[in-house]
């Protein structure tokens, strides 16, 4: 399909080829991160856990994948004026990573209160940030703005078939590397980890189960599940912070198509879930990354007795804050 | 040699031999930890650095080595009655463990002072905490009296032979798999686990270099170093609290062999190093296995341009009170 009517069909989803294609793509560009057991964590969920470790990943979330793929997609015409994304979190690190590996120009939209360490992560890896007032008309105004400027071609967090294509590319590893797997869960926030990991699980197994974890506090995912159609955010007052994002109409159309339920946890369990992954694995994972073991601490997943892969989304925690810390 | 003419002598250290034996017999018992990379942290050392991840082997220390080696060392006979030792810290957790792999009761002597989250780690893993008051001689006292009463084995925390062949095999598998390496840095508490490094490093490659690393607030084994006798701790004020112990006469006689120097780390150094693994690696490690970083971050450590292992020893780091929040 060509690029303009790719992005004329706001519901076009990649397929199992365009992720393998994307795995190819990236691979010189991401880590092929472990996948770690931890049997006192076993214990407590009463199944076999297959920890995806995207925490250790380049930029330090999964996000590396996707944005590596978008990049590394375009022609040498379509590059060469930059890349340009609104993303206060990991992808316009991941944005600013991938686009450094390519050597082009790469902008990220940020409202001006986001937090100095989140600026940084994104300045030391060579973008230029664009402020912006915290609404999101603004956002939306500056990133036309800068590609009126500058022509460079805009990369969504979520909602751009070739960003769910690299996401979907940590799933093919862990099932290539956890035989046997009964299902598998990935937190939730604007969908793009959700959609790549279904339909690479889907397409390869119809039978492997596939369920999106997200905060009680910030449940449009599950609610939007149910509905059909995209329903805002109640309350952004999670920990989770990386789970903060409505779905659009294309990663709603491939998760109701692929994904078998949408579970919820609360801020105690995400809490608790993230600190026994501290405890006991130690590893740093950000709240985010805990929602799945919270849900399954928390009852929420029917998965007993199972082997089910975990995707440990990300590892950008605030060490100057821990969330057990009051 | 007979077991009663090696207690008799003091000095007695293991060669390679009993290292790749002690290798082989805890096999089943420990992980082969994973050696890791940090492009970032390499240039901020200007060094290719290998770590050894140790703070993710069973009890979240390197201890597990050399109290499974000495557990699974002993004859049937000698292992009716179980073992005992003196440790609030890693080690008293790492002998319940092997202990418990072998089926056999565990005792640990520690000051009633010692942190609740210290005694928890050695009772869940099913051993019998005798309390002493927090002098040497109470403790020496309260070991006798238990080895009298139960016929308990002392397996002592370092100054114990088997003890520190096991510790010497973390290094074995860390120049196994990291070719061309000109030096390898371990931390020194009491001197178990540089001795054993030191003995498998240099047997195998006596070109290698062996540093030690231990804080400037606890320079006991640097100063020991130099004196060629145990010279006491002049203060315990430093945050690795792995480290605040001296030497023996048995690994100050290994480390005058074999290693080529020990260098310090400031107090501001061991946290700076500890939060950039945390955050760059994203692992949790504690305060005594960020020293010899701490020594390169420092200029302490001349080894610019070179491939240098690194024992990162430990990974029980106490989550409410992390060394950057005051």
Redesign the interface.
């Known amino acids: 399909m060509h690029e303009a009517d790719v992005a004329a069909d706001a519901l076009v989803l990649p397929d199992l080829d365009a992720i393998r294609s994307a795995q190819s793509r990236i691979a010189p560009h991401v880590h092929r991160t472990?996948v770690l057991r931890c049997r006192s964590i076993d214990a407590e969920a009463g199944a076999e856990l297959f920890f995806k470790a995207e925490?250790?990943q380049r930029t330090?979330a999964f996000k590396a994948r996707g944005a590596s793929n978008a990049v590394f997609s375009l022609s040498d015409q379509e590059a060469r004026h930059g890349v340009v994304t609104h993303s206060s979190g990991n992808h316009g690190a991941a944005l600013a990573y991938a686009a450094g590996r390519r050597g082009i120009p790469a902008f990220v939209v940020m409202p001006e209160s986001a937090p100095r360490t989140k600026q940084e992560n994104v300045r030391r890896r060579g973008a230029t940030i664009r402020f912006c007032a915290p609404t999101l008309e603004a956002r939306d105004a500056a990133c036309a703005a800068i590609q009126r400027e500058t022509g460079a071609r805009l990369v969504h967090p979520f909602d751009d078939v070739r960003v769910i294509a690299g996401q979907g590319t940590a799933a093919l590893e862990l099932i290539d590397e956890s035989p046997g797997l009964g299902a598998i869960v990935a937190p939730v926030g604007g969908g793009g980890l959700l959609s790549g990991t279904s339909i690479a699980v889907k397409s390869g197994d119809p039978a492997v189960r596939v369920f999106g974890a997200e905060p009680a506090n910030a449940d449009d995912a599950a609610r939007s599940f149910r509905s059909g159609s995209v329903e805002p955010l109640a309350s952004t007052t999670t920990i989770a912070d990386g789970l903060r994002t409505t779905l659009s109409p294309r990663t709603l159309s491939a998760i109701r198509a692929h994904v078998d339920a949408i579970r919820t946890a609360s801020e105690a369990a995400i809490v608790r879930a993230m600190?026994m992954i501290?405890?006991r694995?130690?590893?740093?994972?950000e709240p985010s990354a805990a929602v799945p073991l919270a849900c399954l601490l928390e009852g929420a997943l029917d998965v007993r007795g199972m082997r089910v892969g975990i995707i440990l989304s990300g590892?950008n925690a605030d060490?100057?804050r821990?969330p057990?810390?009051s």
């Open positions: 472990p925490n250790i330090g600190r501290w405890e694995m130690k590893i740093i994972v590892g060490l100057d821990l057990w810390q």
